[in-house]
């Protein structure tokens, strides 16, 4: 299993690291690459990456698609979980709640983060990711929380 956050800690440093880094992403999580994500920042409790404003993204009024957008929000969860949870742990989206706050008239910024304490906790846990997609003027279009399953992994 690839270590994410090394990953994106190894290459981030290399000219268009963090470029190359979200085709890896992309590569692991084929599902992501309608949406394109390009990683701006990882680490621990926080995610944050963009969706550019183009073609293949659109809906019929011209704006990013909400799907689009959730596609995103659910790709810096992922690689927020990937960089935060404890090695002897595992993770599964439970749920995922948004509200549609603005139309999605500009690239947009997909940020996630965790309350370190929720991943503290032992035992079978859920914790909550806040997600939030925002406009190139800061107006949030899409807000919610994705909901985590985490358990420890099972010994072999």
């Known amino acids: 299993m690839v270590d994410t956050f090394a990953l994106y800690q190894r290459l981030s440093r290399l000219p268009r690291g963090r470029v190359v880094f979200s085709l890896v992403f992309e590569q692991a999580a084929p599902y992501f690459r309608t949406a394109r994500p390009r990683f701006v920042e990882l680490g621990p409790n926080r995610a944050e990456l963009t969706i550019r404003k183009r073609r293949r993204v659109q809906n019929h009024l ?3 698609h909400v799907i689009a957008i959730c596609n995103g929000l659910e790709a810096a969860m992922g690689a927020l979980a990937e960089a935060t949870i404890p090695a002897h742990r595992r993770w599964i989206p439970k749920g ?3 509200d549609y706050a603005a139309k999605a008239t500009t690239d947009i910024t997909c940020v996630a983060t ?10 079978d846990v859920e914790v909550p990711v806040h997600v939030v997609a925002t406009r190139a003027d800061g107006t949030a279009v899409v807000e919610g929380t994705i909901r985590l399953w985490v358990t420890d ?3 072999r």
């Open 153 to 155: 992994k099972p010994t």
């Open 96 to 98: 995922m709640e948004v």
């Open 114 to 123: 965790t309350d370190p304490a929720d991943w503290a906790r032992g035992g």
């Open 62 to 64: 011209g704006t990013v």
